[in-house]
Nanobody, 122 residues
């Protein structure tokens, strides 16, 4: 089993920045890929970015390219989603996810964080 614990997020005005963290524990060596998803009120969950276990970013939602970046601290088994130049449309609950069965946008993510609210106000 893998456990994912999220932290960070919060509220910011348009153009601001926020960071969401995702700390993995348990069978972390089994993780092949991780990803961030988001779900806005009344909308379906949306893929944001996927990262291979080695840290390389392999998929990015077009609307966040150039504004969002992903980094990792291997020693802490933590992945960070850095969000810059935030827009009201970025308002959502952000979830990190991990898969021990593959990587990429279409992977089967079988472990999920608890979700973190990100609110961007104009």
């Amino acid at each position: 089993q893998v456990q994912l614990v999220q932290s960070g997020g919060g509220s910011v005005q348009v153009g601001g920045s926020l960071r969401v963290s995702c700390a993995a524990s348990g069978r972390t060596w089994s993780i092949e890929g991780m990803a961030w998803f988001r779900q806005a009120p009344g909308k379906e969950r949306e893929f944001v970015v996927a990262v291979r276990s080695g840290g390389s970013v392999i998929d990015f939602l077009d609307s966040v390219k150039g504004r969002f970046t992903v980094s990792r601290d291997s020693a802490k088994n933590t992945v960070y989603l850095e969000m810059n130049t935030l827009k009201p449309d970025d308002t959502a609950v952000y979830y990190c996810a991990a898969s021990d069965m593959g990587w990429g946008k279409s992977a089967n993510y079988n472990y999920w964080g608890q979700g973190t609210q990100v609110t961007v106000s104009s």
